[in-house]
Nanobody, 124 residues
Framework: VQLQASGGGLVQAGGSLRLTCTAS????????MAWFRQAPGKEREFVAG????????HYADSVKGRFAVSRDKVKNLGYLQMSSLKTEDTAVYYC??????????????????WGQGTKVTVSS
């Protein structure tokens, strides 16, 4: 599976962006999809995940209520809708696909496939 993240850009605090993860070359719909981000000088962190089985969604505490993860299984697309953006959301965002167990959905080492990242900059 090849993944490509897009949709990043510059936005003012309080604004919104929608990131898209375009998948090709495999059965993307059978994988758990997740979004991670890495801010300058910081480690990569989990943002949101959407399980293939059951479709449950999971979010980092820092984005709960502001971000929403979804997917279009027919089009092989994944999305991260980001609202009420804060300056601390500034980072490079990556989409990933894998089959982690539910308790490990935030563990980046369990994801097999990664997109190249898209940069999100939130200005004050």
């Amino acid at each position: 599976v090849q993944l490509q993240a897009s949709g990043g850009g510059l936005v003012q605090a309080g604004g919104s962006l929608r990131l898209t993860c375009t998948a090709s070359g495999g059965t993307f719909s059978t994988y758990t999809m997740a979004w991670f981000r890495q801010a300058p000088g910081k480690e990569r962190e989990f943002v949101a995940g959407l399980r293939a089985n059951g479709g449950s969604t999971h979010y980092a505490d820092s984005v709960k209520g502001r971000f929403a993860v979804s997917r279009d299984k027919v089009k092989n697309l994944g999305y991260l809708q980001m609202s009420s953006l804060k300056t601390e959301d500034t980072a490079v965002y990556y989409c990933a696909a894998g089959r982690p167990i539910l308790s490990a959905i935030a563990t980046d080492s369990l994801y097999y496939y990664w997109g190249q990242g898209t940069k999100v900059t939130v200005s004050s």
